[in-house]
């Protein structure tokens, strides 16, 4: 039998066996019905690629062209669920629903994650034992919601915000508004949610204990029912999970609405804060606790008394590259300008991202390189990205480096200072933004930085198995100058710590900052 997959999987010995094992499992008539899914899907794929390249040259295609190229579209969609439920299991009770999926995500990691030896070797572990020590717990045993709770902490060992299973946006999962860091033995405020309302809590203050137990005593005893307790590189990881990894754990039974913290401010004062238990996705995203809601509206822009252009941009959403050339004009005359992209967590790298770094040089440039990893996923899901590698044949397990063109349209060059705004929140498309912005030397930047999580153009996978969908990085991204800025941080040109008053909003320090500097030459 040719399994589509397993050609395109090498170097990944395990996915290879098990999925052979799955298909020598099978009866011929089976094996047959997956033969002619791959048949049917390559053949819709080539007529879906070439009406999408046809459309792509109207100015304004048709309604029902454009109705025309969804169908299709949904037609693939619909032959990759049938190949997954045929492959890996269509057994529709919900323990079969739990084990197909297992098995799945699985083979997702071990065929197509394109960093998933960088992070074996960064984080010192070994993938298969990871997946080991989970069937062994037998989570395909338990309820769904635990189930994908195990799967969703299994996936982040990857520390990869593009890779994801649907349990990650579960209202089930707990967690506080408040971030720690970890000092020895001792634990201390690092940020907190505008939305805490305590004028005693501060960043800095120690955390003494949670629900009546010692802080420190129930941080290892919890991590010890985790994956982390074995690889002391995770500590990072574990600490941002701590507090649902908490709930979970030590919570759950009993659901509690709210847990007390027992606090100890730096003169030695005493005080405990109570605080609510929300879903962890409404105060929480990949980097630690939301600080603030922000609502996005795309971009704003304004120029100020004393002449110096502000510009922020919420999404790199490429719908506003002609307003952003439109408000750029205008602002050619300032003696300075501010790019601010905090709390911007990604979108239109090669397109709109790549629009604005334009404006500051001088002629055409490479301002990245993309590197593909080769699998069946990959192929069965990414042919609509940017860059998409089309050579089914290609038999090793990266393609080459694809180099990211920036292309300079012959606009005049702003050579005024300029300054970059950032806050820790940042990732994706506008990690690739301030590394290029730092290679290529175009102005300061001003904020905070978190360590990056570059791996990306994830594909999404709707799988048939109770709805559960989950997301993968498929691409490795190198810089210019082809480094790898995976889980490395970057210290800003000038560093703005958070304060109370940035959280509070009474006062925006990092935009305070970047105006004097802008004004005087000096933070």
């Not at 805490?196 to 203050?205: F, T």
């Not at 719908?319 to 911007?344: A, P």
């Not at 180099?403 to 506008?430: D, M």
């Not at 703005?496 to 959280?503: D, F, G, M, N, Y």
Request: aromatic letters at 14%; proline letters at 3%; charged letters at 25%.
């Amino acid at each position: 039998m040719r399994f589509k997959f397993s050609l395109k999987s090498i170097g990944c010995l395990l996915a290879l066996i098990l999925v052979s094992n799955m298909l020598n499992g099978q009866p011929a008539v089976l094996k047959s019905a997956i033969k002619d899914n791959q048949q049917a899907f390559h053949k819709k794929k080539n007529t879906f690629i070439a009406l999408n390249d046809s459309l792509n040259q109207l100015k304004h295609p048709s309604k029902a062209a454009i109705n025309s190229l969804i169908a299709s579209y949904n037609d693939l969609l619909a032959l990759n669920k049938n190949y997954l439920k045929r492959t890996f299991g269509h057994d529709s009770s919900a323990l079969g629903q739990r084990k197909a999926f297992f098995d799945f995500l699985v083979y997702a990691i071990d065929s197509a994650h394109c960093g998933l030896t960088f992070k074996e070797n960064y984080y010192g572990y070994s993938w298969e034992k990871i997946v080991a020590s989970y069937r062994k717990k037998g989570i395909i045993e338990e309820a769904d919601d635990r189930f994908l709770f195990y799967c969703d902490e299994m996936l982040s060992v990857l520390n990869d915000g593009h890779t994801w299973c649907s349990y990650g946006n579960s209202t089930a999962i707990k967690s506080l508004g408040i971030d720690f860091s970890k000092e020895g033995e001792s634990f201390k405020v690092s940020a907190f949610s505008e939305g805490v309302k305590s004028d005693m809590l501060a960043i800095g203050d120690k955390l003494l204990a949670i629900d009546g137990v010692s802080f420190g005593e129930t941080y290892r005893r919890v991590k010890q029912s985790t994956v982390y307790n074995s690889y002391p590189k995770m500590d990072g990881i574990y600490r941002k999970r701590f507090f649902r990894n908490y709930y979970f754990y030590e919570c759950a039974t009993n659901k509690p609405d709210s847990a007390t913290l027992l606090l100890k401010k730096p003169e030695g004062q005493k005080y405990q804060l109570r605080l609510r238990w929300y879903p962890a996705r409404y105060v929480r995203n990949m980097y630690g606790v939301r600080v603030h809601r922000v609502k996005k509206v795309g971009m704003t822009a304004r120029v100020s008394d004393n002449n110096i252009g502000y510009i922020k941009i919420d999404k790199w959403n490429p719908d506003l590259i002609e307003s952003f050339d439109s408000i750029f004009k205008k602002m050619s005359d300032t003696k300075g300008l501010i790019i601010d992209i905090r709390n911007n967590f990604g979108g239109d790298y090669t397109n709109f991202g790549q629009t604005v770094l334009s404006k500051f040089l001088s002629g055409d440039t490479i301002t990245m390189y993309k590197q593909f990893k080769n699998s069946g996923l990959y192929h069965r899901y990414g042919f609509g990205g940017i860059h998409y590698q089309e050579d089914e044949n290609y038999k090793k397990p990266f393609y080459p480096m694809t180099p990211v063109h920036l292309e300079k349209k012959g606009e005049a060059v702003y050579r005024q200072p300029v300054v970059l705004l950032v806050n820790h929140k940042h990732f994706s498309s506008t990690d690739l933004f301030i590394v290029a912005f730092r290679e290529l030397d175009i102005g300061k930047i001003i904020g905070r930085l978190n360590a990056f999580q570059l791996l990306g153009q994830p594909i999404h996978i709707k799988t048939p198995w109770n709805g559960w969908q989950c997301g993968l990085s498929v691409m490795v991204p190198y810089s210019l100058n082809k480094k790898l800025y995976e889980e490395q941080s970057m210290v800003p040109d000038i560093e703005v710590p958070l304060s109370r008053a940035e959280i509070s909003r009474e006062e925006d320090v990092i935009l305070k900052v970047a105006k004097d500097y802008l004004s005087s030459g000096t933070p």
